[in-house]
């Protein structure tokens, strides 16, 4: 593996994170970009930063770290030599329709013959790419050659994290709308927290109406300024609220095992 040369395409922060990262354990790397006289990020000393062509000659991998809009006007692709492995890292805008070709599934067509496409990496975070990450996460896969995602699988592994293979390459389209899929249970936790604070702010403003002391005349300048008053108390209660309830559940944990003995075993 250490004798592969490895051309990753694209200078932004995805990019020469992975080429660094990859460098920093021992493999030969590039680091391809259209002007290599005006890059404008910092490069460690491992990585040697070329011309896109001069990148992907003799690279047995080749990892696109580039906009999903820019894969049609990359010319280049039709030089890029048979038996090379192309990671299409590349993410989508919109989430992808169910019966439409996935742009790892494009970019295959687009490719000569004997070059094999794998998608990976599109689901991992800048933050997850740095030398300084210590969280192994989940990297999903897919492609249709075993010994091209095998090559992947050893780079996952070089970047810190565990490979999961997904199948052929027709699952790209799951992995790629994976990133779009920011909150999936979103409706039921802002319903929580929505009947939460409805429910404080009604039993706020109730008692702020009819409990009152002395003599109180209700204007609608008083009404006004007493809704508002009621709002602020129940944003901080439903604060407080939804807080303790999520630091619940890891306290009696703590506290079961402080009692069994295990905290610290």
Not at 40 to 58: A, H, N
Not at 77 to 88: A, F, H, N, Q
Not at 114 to 128: A, F, P, Q, R, Y
Not at 135 to 145: A, M
Request: positive net charge.
């Amino acid at each position: 593996m250490n004798q592969i040369v490895v051309g990753v395409i694209g200078t932004g922060s995805v990019g020469v994170a992975i080429a660094s990262r990859l460098a920093l354990n021992g493999l030969n790397v590039r680091l391809g970009t259209r002007d290599t006289e005006n890059i404008r990020v910092s490069v460690p000393g491992g990585v040697k930063v070329c011309s896109i062509r001069e990148t992907i000659q003799g690279a047995g991998v080749i990892i696109l770290c580039v906009p999903s809009f820019c894969l049609e006007k990359l010319g280049w692709l039709r030089s890029i030599e048979p038996g090379t492995v192309v990671l299409d890292a590349s993410n989508r805008r919109y989430t992808l329709s169910e019966g439409k070709p996935s742009q790892a599934e494009l970019l295959a067509k687009k490719l000569p013959e004997g070059i094999t496409v794998v998608k990976s990496l599109n689901t991992l975070e800048i933050e997850d790419l740095k030398d300084s990450c210590t969280v192994v996460k989940d990297v999903p896969l897919c492609g249709d050659s075993n010994s091209a995602k095998n090559f992947v699988v050893s780079i996952i592994r070089l970047l810190g994290h565990r490979a999961v293979d997904y199948g052929k390459l027709e699952k790209a389209r799951e992995l790629e709308n994976m990133p779009l899929r920011l909150f999936p249970s979103w409706r039921s936790s802002f319903a929580v927290a929505a009947t939460t604070w409805f429910l404080l702010f009604l039993i706020d403003w109730i008692r702020e109406l009819a409990c009152f002391h002395g003599e109180k005349v209700w204007d609608l300048e008083r009404v006004s300024s007493t809704i508002f008053s009621t709002v602020q108390h129940a944003s901080a209660g439903q604060s407080l609220i939804l807080l303790a309830a999520s630091k619940l559940p890891h306290t009696i944990i703590d506290y079961v095992h402080l009692i069994r003995g295990t905290k610290y075993v």
